[in-house]
């Protein structure tokens, strides 16, 4: 997304991401990666439970996490094992949703192409 962020400028949008882990998580990897968004927490994942996104994992990958060291409730600061489905969503300065794409297969990113066109036409 940082190699688009001049387009989606241009356009007179901005870019944020959000995502249920804690900034202290988040912060060294988007340094690391000379990332120059925001990237919001999403406490307890009330955005993506509002957008339907959000789900469970299930108990026998979660003991499959413990096993190999990944602690998500550390993470994410909550108990609840939940993830969200990755999603791109572009609004409208009306408020209105121009676009929405969401897989549950998290190795599928939603192409930017298609969220340039559509704010291309806004």
């Known amino acids: 997304m940082q190699a688009v962020l001049p387009q989606i400028e241009a356009l007179g949008a901005s870019l944020v991401v959000l995502c249920p882990q804690l900034p202290e998580f988040t912060k060294p990897g988007a340094g690391a990666q000379k990332l120059s968004f ?21 108990d026998d990958l979660i003991e499959v996490y413990k096993t190999i060291g990944v602690d998500l409730p550390r993470y994410n600061g909550d108990e609840s ?32 192409d298609a969220a340039l066109d559509v704010l291309r036409n806004l």
């Open 81 to 112: 094992w939940r993830l969200s489905i990755p999603a791109r969503i572009v609004i409208g300065r009306d408020g209105v949703v121009a676009m929405a794409e969401a897989d549950p297969d998290y190795t599928h990113r939603p192409e930017v």
């Open 38 to 58: 925001p990237i919001l927490t999403d406490h307890d994942n009330q955005v993506g439970d509002s957008l339907g996104l959000t789900f469970r994992l299930p």
